[in-house]
């Protein structure tokens, strides 16, 4: 590690007293007097608020949390110097109370509030009372989130102010017919958005005139619902585009400056994957130009504080204005590891009334970072958002080079109530390839159990050719599908460790000399208390999957063993070695026909869990027909809920009768909507849940009875 980032959050501000420097006229026009700030209350959540809490701390500023009944005993909140309780699990009865979070700030004495990044961040209601009520919003001013916040207002801005746009049309005038002209003088592929819009809702694309009209209705609704508003802008559609967004900076002395860029181009249902920081590919030149590009719109709207200004890039890499997030981003961690600075800090600082800590000569570039978002989803049902309890979670070991951003812990439970991030793995090094290299080698050692993960998925996408050369956009992982998503398989080698693990955790159990130790040992030569005189037998079954292995292991002499796979001709398995790591974890390593290899072992109840050098497996010990039969609830063919969620309307009744594919429950889930519809014809015999329930995944949500 270079002297440029010796530890995490190295900044260069050596001047902590430039108050003096403060304008006399922004103080006359504002409510809020700016001093430097002593506790801050964080409006937010989960890692966010965590993550903020941590800068803070570090400078000797108290933090304020606030939290709601489901986060009663969260991570930010013991976190915090401060807790206060604001109300049920929905974020509209407690995050989203702009009423709550000021009373929580004036019983407290925060002088401040951070909103952090989602929820009230670029609510411009929230900032003006903040500053009515003299507290300093950590954040741009109501202005600049207003103009910035309505898409087509924003591009008249840009335009004006020489910041390159897209061609479109931003116009009052909604009337079908006359979007529908507009997209005929642009020209198809359209893109449809909402001027509201945010995180993929409210956008759509009209690849040809024949799909204009249901494109946009449906962009209307899904932006009525998200929004309040359907009013919706045109624009071209670039085909296979990249996205590249530029860190900005601006205080209230006037100066403005660029942190570089990000490349956010992967990502899935138009929300952001994996994130690298400088982007891939660019010239100097563009560097220069997308960073004084973004310095110019910051200007446009007199910004302070950390704002990003998001741009499009074709493959001659020309790029044009997209949209502008006024508050600080969930990818920030990458600037701060390319720049060796520490955002948060900047923000405090700025909102305190002091200068940028640096100049736009004084901001370099060293190495590259990457930033993998560890999400509780199922990649291989369509990202399907998940919940649940994080039974096990272990993580590789944090320093200077890498960062763990996240706001669980074991234990805890990722809720149905909000987004389902567990962490963000943000890895540094000199170049991209080494880097990326040691991401890879980093998602191998963040091991969960207890719900689905996209570690898998981020590994397979960070080991991609096409990943590794840089070669991305937008449409990466559509156009990857098959390669990101390949069958997997266990080895025989994966297989032998399960068995072996097994048979030492079995006569570990067995025997009142055997505990588990933290030393290697092999566990052939030890007194167990318990004599096996013929092979022990077991089936192991991929828990997603119906492939089942039968394995069949003799032990030898001299600590080998010999280990039958599904009745094939027996492995010679030798040099055994068993240790106990942290957790309950065993680490089991041994030679398999020749070939010495060795996975990390998880057993809980009926579950093995395996990790190995190609990712996680999860298999299970099959449960008796008879004992399924036993537990089961209603039919095979009844619908049940394909993820933990909360039921917000039944639309089926009992007695009607119904076909395949008709609406029968609504599910909301990770703030997104779900129909469940019936698998089959038939009459409605039993519904089992109302509005308001909250449902595990895999229940059974109605019972049809045949018609």
């Excluded at 979070?101 to 407290?108: F, W």
């Excluded at 901001?363 to 369509?382: C, K, L, M, S």
């Excluded at 119904?658 to 997104?672: E, H, R, Y």
Aim: proline residues 5%; aromatic residues 6%.
């Amino acid at each position: 590690m270079s002297s440029f980032r010796p530890t995490l959050f190295q900044t260069a501000v050596k001047d902590l007293k430039r108050l003096k420097y403060l304008s006399p006229s922004r103080w006359a026009s504002s409510a809020v007097a700016y001093k430097p700030i002593d506790k801050v209350l964080i409006a937010n959540r989960g890692e966010i608020a965590c993550r903020v809490m941590r800068t803070a701390q570090r400078l000797g500023i108290q933090s304020v949390a606030v939290y709601s009944d489901a986060d009663r005993h969260s991570m930010h909140v013991a976190m915090a110097d401060e807790a206060y309780n604001i109300g049920p699990p929905a974020a509209s009865e407690s995050y989203l109370r702009q009423d709550k979070i000021l009373e929580v700030a004036r019983r407290s004495g925060a002088q401040a509030i951070h909103p952090g990044y989602g929820f009230l961040s670029e609510n411009v209601e929230f900032a003006e009372r903040c500053e009515q009520e003299g507290i300093v919003f950590v954040g741009p001013p109501a202005s600049a989130i207003r103009d910035m916040g309505i898409k087509s207002t924003s591009k008249h801005i840009m335009s004006a102010a020489g910041v390159p746009i897209i061609q479109g049309y931003h116009g009052e005038e909604q009337s079908v017919e006359k979007l529908r002209e507009e997209a005929a003088r642009i020209g198809y592929p359209i893109m449809i958005k909402a001027v509201r819009g945010g995180g993929g809702k409210g956008m759509r694309i009209a690849m040809t005139e024949a799909d204009f009209e249901e494109q946009l209705q449906s962009a209307k609704t899904e932006a009525m619902k998200a929004f309040g508003d359907e009013v919706m802008l045109l624009e071209k559609f670039v085909e296979n585009p990249r996205h590249v967004e530029v860190q900005v900076f601006g205080d209230r002395h006037g100066n403005h400056v660029y942190l570089f860029e990000r490349d956010c181009s992967v990502q899935r249902r138009h929300q952001k994957v994996i994130e690298e920081a400088p982007a891939p590919g660019l010239t100097e030149e563009v560097r220069r130009s997308i960073g004084e590009a973004a310095v110019r719109a910051a200007k446009a709207v007199d910004y302070v504080g950390a704002g990003t200004v998001e741009f499009i890039m074709d493959k001659n890499l020309d790029f044009y204005f997209m949209e502008m997030n006024t508050r600080l981003q969930v990818e920030h961690p990458v600037t701060e590891m390319i720049t060796g600075t520490d955002l948060v800090e900047w923000q405090l600082k700025v909102a305190a009334g002091e200068k940028i800590p640096l100049q736009q000569e004084e901001i370099t570039v060293q190495g590259h970072a990457f930033e993998a978002r560890i999400y509780a989803e199922d990649p291989d049902n369509g990202f399907m958002p998940g919940a649940g309890p994080l039974l096990h979670l272990s993580t590789p070991a944090p320093d200077a080079d890498l960062r763990i951003e996240t706001g669980v812990r074991q234990g805890d439970e990722v809720s149905v109530h909000y987004d389902p991030m567990i962490a963000k793995l943000v890895v540094w090094s000199d170049d991209r390839q080494s880097a990326l290299k040691r991401t890879l080698a980093a998602l191998k050692d963040y091991h969960v159990v207890g719900l689905s993960t996209n570690i898998q998925f981020l590994m397979a996408l960070s080991s991609h050719p096409a990943f590794q050369a840089g070669d991305v956009d937008t449409e990466f992982i559509p156009r990857y599908q098959e390669e990101l998503f390949p069958p997997r398989s266990l080895s025989a080698s994966a297989l032998s460790h399960a068995a072996i693990a097994m048979t030492v955790a079995h006569r570990a159990r067995t025997s009142d000399d055997m505990l588990l130790s933290k030393d290697c040992y092999s566990p052939f030569g030890l007194n167990f208390g318990v004599r096996v005189n013929a092979a022990p037998s077991f089936v192991l079954r991929l828990k997603d999957g119906d492939t089942e292995h039968k394995l069949s292991l003799t032990e030898g002499s001299a600590g080998t063993w010999q280990i039958g796979i599904n009745d094939e001709s027996p492995l010679m398995v030798s040099d055994i070695s068993v240790s106990e790591v942290a957790d309950g974890k065993l680490t089991v390593k041994c030679c398999v026909d020749g070939v010495v290899s060795s996975s990390t072992i998880l057993l809980m109840g009926d579950s093995i869990h395996l990790f190995t050098v190609d990712g996680k497996h999860s298999l299970e010990i099959p449960i008796p027909e008879y004992q399924k039969a036993a537990t089961g609830t209603g039919s095979i063919d009844d619908p049940v809920a394909p993820m933990p969620g909360v039921v917000e309307k039944v639309v089926a009744e009992p007695g009607a009768a119904v076909q395949k594919g008709d609406p029968l429950v609504v599910m909301i889930a990770m703030k997104m909507e779900y129909v469940i519809r019936a698998s089959r014809d038939g009459i409605v015999e039993k519904v089992y849940y109302k509005p308001g329930d909250t449902v595990s995944k895999g229940t059974v949500l109605v019972h049809l009875q045949e018609e």
